[in-house]
């Protein structure tokens, strides 16, 4: 316990200091999984907190975001395509840029699925459980979510640390770093366990109602 706790204290120094090089240094100490567990959680209910009392930010998060990264990614390939092949010039990040943002895509749109129940979640299975066995399977799946959430946020602030101290910058551009683009994973997986505890929570009260909960959410049917 001595060494975990020494191993968060070098971590939050680091991080104090704001120097990339001492953060990579201590995050590679094993005790990251454990600080990233204990923040996880609370981080994750606050966001849901909010979420609940800000309606216009819970309904439009993540489409918004959706809506505008989809949309950058398209208008590069469409213009980009046309520049290379109709006036044989093209920008050097047309074909770097993208990937990136579709990074972001992907997570953003997951929370976004998991809030709709629309991920993969073996529903047939649990519409054939008793409501006690559906409760037990949106427990398991709350601390599934969590553990990978945590695996995740660690392996990708440790990529962040690392591409900010070695001063990586985006293939074709002079002043856009990578590391701006993979610190968006970590916030991308709060929101989506912030989600999975909304979820969580719904179904609790569903099934203390005596209602049908754990197949999908109400706003998936509007």
């Not at 020494?6 to 953060?23: E, R």
């Not at 553990?147 to 990708?156: L, N, Q, R």
């Not at 709060?190 to 609790?204: G, S, T």
């Amino acid at each position: 316990m001595q060494e975990v706790l020494t191993g968060i204290s070098a971590i939050w120094d680091a991080v104090q200091s704001g120097q990339p090089w001492a953060m990579r240094t201590a995050m590679r100490d094993p005790s990251l999984y454990w600080l990233i567990a204990f923040i996880t959680l609370p981080l994750s209910f606050v966001l849901m907190m909010l979420f609940r009392r800000v309606k216009l930010l819970d309904r439009y998060l993540e489409p918004t975001a959706m809506f505008f990264i989809y949309m950058t990614i398209a208008m590069i390939i469409f213009v980009e395509v046309i520049r290379r092949f109709v006036f044989n010039v093209q920008a050097p990040w047309s074909t770097t840029l993208p990937p990136y943002l579709f990074l972001l895509l992907t997570w953003i749109g997951c929370a976004y699925n998991v809030k709709l129940r629309t991920h993969l979640s073996f529903g047939e299975v649990r519409a054939m459980m008793p409501p006690t066995g559906r409760l037990a399977m949106s427990f398991l799946d709350a601390l599934l979510w969590y553990a990978m959430a945590v695996i995740v946020i660690v392996a990708t602030l440790r990529l962040t640390v690392n591409s900010a101290s070695n001063f990586q910058f985006l293939l074709g551009t002079d002043n856009v770093m990578r590391w701006w683009f993979y610190i968006c994973v970590p916030a991308s997986w709060v929101v989506l366990y912030a989600r999975v505890l909304e979820n969580l929570l719904q179904d609790i009260r569903n099934y203390r109602a005596g209602q049908e909960f754990g197949l999908t959410n109400d706003l998936a049917r509007e």
